[in-house]
């Protein structure tokens, strides 16, 4: 099954600073999703978009999503050494999630 | 607290001795799926579940086998573990994948090592 591909695969970045990450695919979604994982911890969902919205925002996050270019983008504004953790995007349709293989962010404090 | 429960979280094992990872979820969620975590590979789907007596293969069932009994639990079961299933495993419940119930709760993840 297709899967998002993210990049960067590692983005380290000073405390404070915006992180970007993107997420790429081929196939038709119904939503993509966001999920943050602490080293070694379980995944936890960050943020959904559907298919017909086009930006959405939760706190310091900020995801946009173009259907058109199949790819969407994670925004981390002010970003915190907290956030030191590794990033995947999922893609929801009618089959089960599937898992890109994660941004590794790094925050520097 | 609503919550994915996997168990046992540590396990070292021999090839060959057949083991059972639990997972049970408290949220009356009808999709509940297995993953695998390995380096380089991300997250690969072993086997899912829609609802009670309802399950399917994922990406990566090979010596894997599931049962959904009850709704709230979803075991991961090895038969005759090898060494290439040393792995990281997370189980994970939602209340669908459509439009709007596609979010995933995943439990804290079993490190499980075949010697």
């Known amino acids: 099954s297709q899967q998002g591909e993210e990049d960067p695969q590692a983005l380290s970045i000073q405390e404070g600073e915006n992180a970007t990450m993107n997420c790429s695919y081929k196939?038709?979604?119904?939503?993509l999703q966001w999920y943050r994982q602490n080293s070694g911890r379980g995944l936890v969902h960050l943020i959904l978009i559907r298919s017909n919205e086009r930006e959405k925002h939760s706190g310091r996050l900020r995801v946009t999503l173009d259907t058109s270019k199949k790819s969407s983008s994670l925004l981390i504004t002010a970003s915190r050494a907290a956030d030191t953790a590794s990033y995947f995007c999922a893609l929801g349709g009618n089959t089960p999630l599937v898992f890109g293989k994660g941004t590794r962010l790094s925050v520097i404090a | 607290e609503a919550q994915v429960t996997q168990n046992p979280r540590y396990l070292i094992t021999v090839t060959g001795k057949k083991l059972t990872v639990t997972c049970s979820q408290n949220?009356?969620?009808?999709?509940m799926s297995w993953y695998r975590q390995d380096p380089g590979l991300g997250l690969r789907q072993i086997y899912y579940?829609?609802?009670?007596?309802?399950?399917d293969k994922g990406d990566v069932p090979e010596g894997y086998k599931v049962s959904r009994k009850e709704k709230r639990n979803f075991p991961l079961i090895l038969e005759s573990p090898s060494p290439n299933q040393t792995s990281l495993y997370f189980c994970?419940?939602?209340?669908?994948?459509?439009?709007?119930?596609?979010?995933?709760?995943f439990g804290e993840g079993s490190r499980l090592t075949v010697l």
């Open positions: 196939t038709s979604i119904n939503n």
């Open positions: 949220m009356n969620h009808e999709y």
């Open positions: 579940s829609m609802n009670v007596e309802v399950t």
């Open positions: 994970a419940s939602s209340l669908g994948y459509s439009l709007n119930t596609g979010e995933l709760f």
